[in-house]
């Protein structure tokens, strides 16, 4: 059993498959999930699991050079955003509409559903590495 970290199989599985400039969405429980996308579902009632922790479980574990919210956010969920903004440092964002974000998340390895039931709660993680040149 392991120790420590994610304990979710396929959330595990999904980010030991991640390279370099992959992206996953953390979503929101009311985010449109095309059928034919891969998906990790971890809702379980309205409120929970909450994005928050699920961010906070993946960025532990996953190297992120840069992140993706919808321009929205900003007005519509200030409290979310200032909370992202904390937890992702000096991590670029790209602002985007909310309909180009949803198009974005088509390209996806995975959308990893939470319960969250606040609105914009969305983010796109692109995948960095945990590595450079001057380690070898």
């Known amino acids: 059993m392991k120790k420590s970290g994610i304990l ?11 390279g370099h400039t992959d992206t996953i969405v953390i979503a929101d429980c009311g985010l449109p999930i095309p059928n034919e996308q891969a998906r990790i579902d971890l809702s379980l009632v ?3 699991p909450p994005f928050l922790s699920v961010l906070d479980a993946v960025v532990d574990e996953l190297e992120i050079e840069a992140i993706v919210l ?13 909370s992202i903004r904390a ?4 991590v670029p964002v790209q602002f985007v509409p ?4 949803k198009a974005m998340t088509k ?14 709660a969305n983010i796109i993680l692109r995948s960095g ?6 380690d070898f």
């Open 8 to 18: 979710n199989k396929e959330l595990n599985t999904l980010l030991a498959s991640l």
């Open 46 to 48: 309205k409120g929970f």
């Open 70 to 82: 919808a321009e929205e956010i900003k007005d519509q969920n200030p409290d979310l955003y200032e």
């Open 87 to 90: 937890r992702m440092g000096g």
């Open 98 to 101: 909310h309909e180009q974000f």
């Open 107 to 120: 390209q996806a390895k995975a959308v990893i559903r939470t319960g969250e039931a606040t609105p914009y």
């Open 129 to 134: 590495v945990s590595f450079s040149s001057k």
